[in-house]
């Protein structure tokens, strides 16, 4: 039976599916009590019947809780992405229709063993970063019911923090995946363009528009992603991690970048700016080297969101209805999309030229830096303040995040204290395009390092996922394949006691490779003269019960020695040179994950 005070993140669930603690109709339960129990968060607009979650519950029992990198899990999603046989409203009645299929990213999860619980509200047509524009009715913050939410994907981030699911699917083209975040207390991930199908989401700048996840912790987003990343051959939009980028960031010697003092902006908000300051403290206490930077390219970009001619994409979005049934929108946001029927053509081409500039000004920065840091917002405001100031505040609230998808940038958003009178203030990291998995390394080492909350329920990160000091009574052991978090051998590790430490790479001195045969498919990993950092895990085992992991071990595989790209060395798993010459080499991919992606099915 589940426990009422169950934690919903990842590793807590796999573990109590593994053990036989709970099963997937008894977490339907508990999620459907939790939402019952809040019913005037307004951060629902439709929660599945009690029926028809069931159905999904039960059709994971033919499967192995371990052969499944989601089983069980509960997740929400935002509704202005389908789900099959559900309504999808973008929190509009008149505009609703119910689907035949769900969305490429959804269905995704669903493939992967995710339970879908329901849609939830956000700010009409995802225009907005407030989470009040809503026939649905405001979404309250989870901390305070007085204060906004953050939107446009408000519902999904609170029902996250509340304990409600586990992850939640969002989307972001503006913030709406990192300002929710900021505001609940949550990983925010806003993907790099293209990485994560919109195939099934309805458009608000379509060129732009990205799924964004919402998760308790880095650990949980990371598996989330690695499910959704997988290219769509049929989304125009969709984009394959190109052979030539370098996809990591450095180790050790980050660069992090940070605006000038000046071209800060907190809105008198003073403990922002000092929880800021806290967190470009403990950057350089894990050993950045932080710099100011010149962020000008960044904020002039900024603007030509909603001052540029990409509004026509949201008027373009919904021409019948605001043409044919205006009435139906609601007021503040008809006014905001409305004036995208104004730009021609001429402010088009003008607008992509003036932003090709700005793009190739902000090449400068990143020539010093490797990451940039800002605060998620600069504030947090009440409702009513937001009700009687909407445009004004709600463009405040877009300060640090709206060039992000303009200039092809990734970006996490990542818990980073509180302010005085208890509201949650969030850190945003960003990156050029595709180092998504890099930057999620480094919110997981921030959440480890720091004693901080998950969402709204008071619970500390899991022992599990903080990182402990070396203890004589552990081996240290680098996983690189069915033994990883959330893969079909991990058990072997938890069962034994082993914990967590670490999402590395090893030096870039390894070849990795798809071996023939076995259940489950297993990678050999060879050290070689021309090789590549390949992705690994390094988790802690006890030293009783680490032989009987070795003696499970089966040929052509051992352990030994293999070096990480900080130059330590742990104990590994290793292959014997002769099993790759039949073997499939994948060491272009970068780790057993990606390997995983690329073949499964679309």
């Not at 880095?218 to 980028?245: G, S």
């Not at 590549?532 to 070795?550: C, K, S, Y």
Request: glycine share 8%; with cysteine; hydrophobic share 45%.
């Amino acid at each position: 039976m589940i426990d009422t005070n169950q934690s919903l993140d990842i590793a807590a669930l796999h573990s109590g599916y593994a053990s036989g603690q709970f099963t997937p109709r008894d977490l339907v339960e508990l999620v459907l009590m939790r939402i019952a129990a809040q019913p005037d968060r307004h951060a629902w607009i439709d929660v599945l019947p009690r029926e028809r979650l069931l159905v999904y519950a039960d059709a994971l029992s033919a499967h192995n809780p371990t052969h499944l990198p989601l089983y069980g899990i509960p997740f929400a999603i935002k509704d202005n992405i389908d789900l099959a046989g559900t309504p999808t409203t973008a929190a509009c009645p008149d505009f609703a229709y119910t689907p035949e299929h769900s969305a490429y990213a959804v269905q995704r999860l669903i493939d992967a063993g995710a339970i879908p619980i329901g849609k939830t509200n956000l700010d009409q047509f995802a225009t907005g970063l407030v989470g009040t524009r809503s026939p649905y009715g405001a979404c309250q913050n989870a901390f305070d019911a007085d204060y906004i939410a953050g939107g446009s994907s408000s519902g999904s981030a609170v029902a996250v923090a509340v304990g409600q699911v586990s992850f939640a699917l969002g989307t972001d083209t503006a913030g709406s995946g990192r300002v929710p975040a900021a505001f609940n207390n949550l990983i925010g991930v806003k993907p790099t363009r293209g990485l994560v199908s919109t195939r099934g989401v309805v458009p608000a700048c379509r060129s732009l528009d990205c799924v964004s996840v919402f998760a308790l912790c880095a650990a949980d987003a990371r598996d989330v992603l690695a499910v959704l990343a997988h290219y769509d051959a049929e989304e125009p939009f969709a984009r394959r991690t190109p052979a030539c980028v370098d996809t990591h960031l450095p180790a050790q010697g980050l660069r992090c970048g940070v605006p000038r003092a000046d071209q800060l902006e907190f809105f008198g908000d003073a403990d922002y700016a000092r929880l800021f300051a806290t967190s470009v403290a403990h950057l350089r206490e894990l050993g950045v080297d932080v710099r100011e930077i010149d962020f000008s390219p960044f904020l002039q970009a900024a603007r030509l969101l909603y001052e540029g001619p990409w509004v026509a994409e949201r008027y373009l979005a919904i021409r019948e209805i605001i043409e044919q049934r205006p009435e139906s929108v609601f007021p503040v946001t008809r006014e905001i999309i409305a004036a995208g029927s104004k730009p021609s053509a001429l402010d088009a081409f003008a607008a992509r030229y003036r932003l090709a500039e700005l793009k190739r000004a902000s090449e400068a920065v990143w020539s010093r830096v490797d990451v940039i840091l800002t605060p998620t917002a600069g504030t947090h405001y009440r409702i009513d303040a937001v009700n009687a100031d909407p445009v004004r505040l709600n463009s405040n609230l877009g300060y640090y995040t709206n060039y992000m998808n303009l200039l092809d940038l990734c970006a996490v958003a990542v818990p980073a204290g509180f302010r005085d009178d208890g509201l949650p203030f969030g850190i945003t990291l960003c990156a050029p395009a595709f180092k998504d998995n890099a930057l999620l390394d480094i919110a997981d080492t921030w959440q480890r390092q720091h004693a901080y909350t998950l969402g709204a329920m008071g619970v500390a990160l899991p022992a599990h996922e903080r990182q402990r000091k070396p203890a004589d009574n552990y081996v240290r052991v680098a996983v690189c394949g069915a033994h990883m978090s959330g893969l079909s051998l991990n058990h072997q590790l938890t069962e034994r006691g082993g914990q967590l430490l670490a999402r590395t790479r090893t030096a870039p001195c390894y070849r990795l490779y798809a071996l023939p045969g076995g259940t489950p498919q297993r990678p050999g990993l060879v050290r070689a003269t021309r090789g590549a950092r390949i992705e690994v895990e390094v988790w802690d085992v006890p030293l009783a019960t680490f032989g009987g992991f070795v003696a499970a071990i089966p040929a052509p595989l051992g352990i030994g020695k293999l070096e990480l790209e900080d130059g330590s060395w742990v104990c590994g798993f290793l292959c014997e040179e002769h099993a790759t010459r039949t073997a499939t080499d994948v060491t272009e991919l970068g780790g057993w994950r990606a390997y995983l992606a690329e073949r499964a099915p679309a």
